[in-house]
């Protein structure tokens, strides 16, 4: 059965950290880019970042450029997202996604940034 | 980025109605679209793979079709449970980007 759960969500002070983490199973986690994904009322879905299979390519939204890092651990069929220097606007459910024709989505982790 | 334009943004109907849901894409996007179907609190799932491939357990109610700029997501006849919100979703190029949403109400 093919799985992401995420966890590391939560309630964080605005330029606090947070790290998140996504567990695959089901399926060849080294075979497959990875991305995150956010979404919040009012911007809808969006994405945050995006690791290639090897890790050596990786994107970033302008939004989050140099504030977040995703990183990936093959051996542990894990995906990361530091979070760092959070914002008010950084406020939304976080998805670990994975690539390929078919999509594959966690449940999210709700992650909330206010002082 | 490849902007994803959905209409309409909501729409209101009946059981037994036939729906219909159109993407368009900003750029040449092949068939590197996916259809998502997303209730209240839970996460999207996926419906319509390909733009036109159906996923394993969707109802056959559910179809996709079109490739390049424009898409289509259609529900042949509505049912109870198809109220919810849909997305269409571009994965031809990085970054993924989404259409804004078409809620079934």
């Known amino acids: 059965h093919v799985q992401l759960v995420e966890s590391g969500g939560g309630l964080v002070k605005p330029g606090g950290s947070l790290r998140l983490s996504c567990a695959a199973s089901?399926?060849?986690?080294?075979?497959?880019?990875m991305s995150w994904i956010r979404q919040t009322p009012g911007k809808g879905l969006a994405s945050v970042a995006y690791i290639s299979v090897s890790g050596t390519t990786i994107y970033y939204a302008d939004s989050v450029q140099g504030r977040f890092t995703i990183s990936r651990d093959n051996a542990e069929n894990s995906l990361y997202l530091q979070m760092n220097s959070l914002r008010a606007e950084d406020t939304a459910v976080y998805y670990c996604?994975?690539?390929?024709?078919?999509?594959?989505w966690g449940q999210g982790t709700l992650v909330t940034v206010s002082s | 980025d490849i902007q994803m334009t959905q209409s309409p943004s909501s729409v209101s109907a009946s059981v037994g109605d036939r729906i219909t849901i159109t993407c368009r894409a900003s750029?040449?996007?092949?068939?590197?679209l996916t259809w998502y179907q997303q209730r209240p609190g839970k996460a999207p799932e996926v419906l319509i793979y390909?733009?036109?491939d159906l996923q394993t357990g969707v109802p056959s109610r559910f179809s996709g079709s079109g490739s390049g700029t424009d898409f289509t997501l259609t529900i042949s006849s509505l049912q109870p449970e198809d109220f919810a919100t849909y997305f269409c979703?571009?994965?031809?190029?990085?970054?993924?980007?989404f259409g804004g949403g078409t809620k079934v109400e």
């Open positions: 996604a994975r690539g390929g024709m078919i999509p594959v």
């Open positions: 750029q040449g996007i092949n068939s590197w």
């Open positions: 390909a733009a036109s």
């Open positions: 089901g399926f060849t986690f080294s075979d497959y880019y």
């Open positions: 979703q571009q994965s031809n190029s990085f970054p993924v980007t």
